[in-house]
């Protein structure tokens, strides 16, 4: 069929090769011959006819955004609307182009593509399951993710009755995104097992195996399993710039590498490969991406450098979109640790998610330790371990480690969770991963420094009293008194300004 079109084409009978594609899928043809077919026809037609006849230009527009050109795509749409006899398939375009971008939804897009919905044509669920899987992503963009499982999982009956396996590889690992947003990871392993196995059957896109296994090193942070996340996640990210992906799934695949690389090697790795990584989301994706920015901020805060994090706990509300569900969940987590609230956020309440039960259990325990209050910090602690044991959420023990680390010892011991064997289990593994995720530098191990030592340092170093370190460690201000007495003696210095010059020569970030 895609030679009998390009043929058509060759000998200038346009109007044929016209009709001929609108009978055979016409805009969507590529789904019914694959991209292949699409790339070759599209390569045929000359620019008049991709710029006379409407078919032609939506297939031209398919093979830009998969091609990862949908930057050139939005211009041609913007710039040949005319063209278009059907407002439907012109908006539709819109809406298909828009999700392969990392702009904000606007409101009045939102409302034009939601009137879409009642101009699907009858009897043709491919043009079904293409509008409520690009919905979906718009609704993660909006940090609405019950709505966009929702639209994920009409688009998945859609495409199933449309027979295209292709197309329902995508919707699992959608349903797999949000599900590890949310927190649900029993759901993640449960989508994503069902994506992985599709790739395994050969029924998705080439670039499949890499989209399972970004929602795989997602999972593993979330896990606490991301002991391999590092060495995977530069070779992932360079193969989006080529392949079949979207701005969501490219901020996701980076906030797990961050976190993971911090931990397995500390702020100088996590940092270097976010900058990397913004110069690649800018090639994909043709600006920068500012959930990246955030992600970079809250890995500053686990390290106790306070600068980045205090800007963007002061984010305006019209920046929002701009963070997308994972960027805003990341600064949700910045805001609940520097005691101060954004009113456009919003809150962790319990039972909405399983991460936003742990969220809130943490951020009453976050205000605990500002209230010096150890004994109401680790019972909230303690029922946030309650919440998160049944999903395995360990990630963000981490991320609030300093929340941990003052009442980690009480933690170990299990008795809180006697009774309860796997929340034991958790709790202790918890207090062994947080005891040993600050990492010491090598030019600082050489000279003797210890993990409890390098903490101090690092609050010393933002500018803490004795008295401030001590309650951020959880440690007695004779302990801190001691550390910085055996920093003094390793740097061979008197004052503490001279310490924190010494550990600036030394650490270089």
Request: aromatic fraction near 8%; charge should be positive; include cysteine.
């Amino acid at each position: 069929m895609t030679g009998e079109i390009i043929g058509w084409l060759n000998t200038g009978e346009t109007g044929r090769a016209e009709a001929l594609l609108e009978a055979h899928g016409g805009a969507l043809f590529a789904f019914v011959h694959g991209y292949d077919a699409l790339h070759r026809l599209v390569k045929s037609a000359g620019d008049d006819v991709l710029n006379s006849s409407p078919m032609f230009l939506s297939c031209y527009c398919f093979s830009l955004v998969k091609s990862g050109r949908a930057r050139r795509a939005t211009a041609i749409l913007d710039g040949r609307r005319d063209i278009f006899r059907s407002a439907f398939l012109r908006t539709l375009m819109e809406l298909v182009v828009f999700v392969h971008t990392s702009d904000p939804v606007t409101d009045a897009q939102f409302r034009r593509w939601k009137q879409l919905e009642g101009l699907l044509p009858i009897d043709q669920p491919l043009y079904d399951g293409l509008y409520y899987n690009s919905m979906a992503i718009v609704l993660v963009r909006l940090n609405r993710l019950a709505q966009a499982r929702n639209f994920a999982l009409r688009s998945l009956e859609s495409y199933r009755q449309a027979k295209q396996p292709g197309l329902e590889f995508f919707i699992h690992l959608h349903l797999a995104h949000i599900a590890v947003l949310e927190g649900r990871i029993h759901s993640a392993y449960r989508a994503t097992d069902m994506a992985r196995a599709m790739t395994q059957n050969d029924a998705a896109h080439i670039s499949g195996p890499v989209l399972v296994e970004i929602l795989d090193c997602a999972i593993a942070w979330e896990t606490g399993r991301f002991d391999t996340v590092p060495g995977r996640v530069v070779e992932l990210r360079r193969k989006l710039l080529s392949g079949d992906s979207w701005a969501e799934i490219f901020v996701e695949l980076c906030r797990a590498g961050a976190f993971s690389i911090y931990f397995a090697e500390g702020l100088e790795s996590a940092l270097t490969f976010l900058e990397e990584s913004q110069m690649d989301f800018n090639r994909r994706h043709g600006e920068f991406s500012e959930a990246l920015d955030v992600i970079g901020a809250a890995v500053e805060l686990l390290d106790g450098r306070h600068e980045r994090a205090q800007l963007y706990a002061t984010l305006s509300a019209d920046r929002e979109r701009a963070l997308g569900a994972t960027g805003t969940m990341v600064l949700g987590g910045i805001v609940g640790k520097l005691d101060t609230e954004i009113d456009w956020l919003p809150a962790p309440v319990a039972g909405a998610s399983p991460r936003y039960a742990v969220m809130s259990e943490l951020g009453r325990a976050s205000q605990a330790k500002l209230e010096r209050d150890k004994v109401r910090q680790r019972r909230h602690v303690q029922n946030a371990m309650r919440l998160a044991v049944q999903e395995g959420l360990v990630g963000l023990f981490l991320e609030h480690r300093e929340l941990v680390v003052g009442v980690s010892s009480q933690l170990a011991s299990g008795k809180f969770a006697r009774g309860h064997i796997q929340l034991g289990r958790m709790a202790r593994r918890i207090h062994h991963l947080v005891r040993h995720s600050y990492l010491t530098p090598v030019s600082l191990s050489r000279r003797g420094v210890s993990a409890q030592q390098m903490r101090v340092l690092t609050a010393l170093r933002d500018g803490a009293s004795n008295k401030q370190i001590a309650r951020k460690l959880g440690l007695s201000e004779a302990a801190i008194k001691y550390h910085l007495g055996r920093l003094f003696v390793s740097f061979d210095v008197s004052k503490r300004g001279q310490l924190i010059e010494k550990f600036d020569e030394f650490v270089d970030y």
